[in-house]
């Protein structure tokens, strides 16, 4: 069993950055899979970005460039660095974690990020 709680959203303007962090508890973190989704009002569920357990990473094309997804496996938590934010960005974002071998996964409660000026 894993939580992951989510940190770090907010308002912030046009051009702005936040980072997000994810804390995972209860399991071994290491071997998941996480990555970040996000969900505007309407739309469906997104995949953001994403780190394997090896560290490979992959991104939307509508934040190449822009986002930066990491991890840190001693601190059992992920970010996502987000920059040169744009009205398009504002949804709830969610924490994912999945470890493919077994077939776990697990979602945060997710983060308000708003984009506004």
């Known amino acids: 069993q894993m939580q992951l709680v989510e940190s770090g959203g907010g308002l912030v303007r046009p051009g702005g950055s936040l980072r997000l962090s994810c804390v995972a508890s209860?399991?071994?973190?290491?071997?998941?899979?996480m990555a970040w989704y996000r969900q505007a009002p309407g739309n469906q569920r997104e995949l953001v970005a994403s780190?394997?357990?090896?560290?490979?990473?992959m991104y939307a094309d509508s934040v190449k460039g822009r986002f930066t997804i990491s991890r840190d496996n001693a601190k059992k938590t992920a970010y996502l660095q987000m920059n040169s934010l744009k009205p398009e960005d504002t949804a709830v974002y969610y924490c994912?974690?999945?470890?493919?071998?077994?077939?776990?996964?697990?979602w945060g409660r997710g983060t308000q990020v708003t984009v506004s000026s």
């Open positions: 780190t394997s357990s090896g560290g490979r990473t």
């Open positions: 209860g399991s071994i973190f290491s071997v998941y899979d």
């Open positions: 994912n974690s999945k470890w493919v071998a077994v077939a776990f996964e697990y």
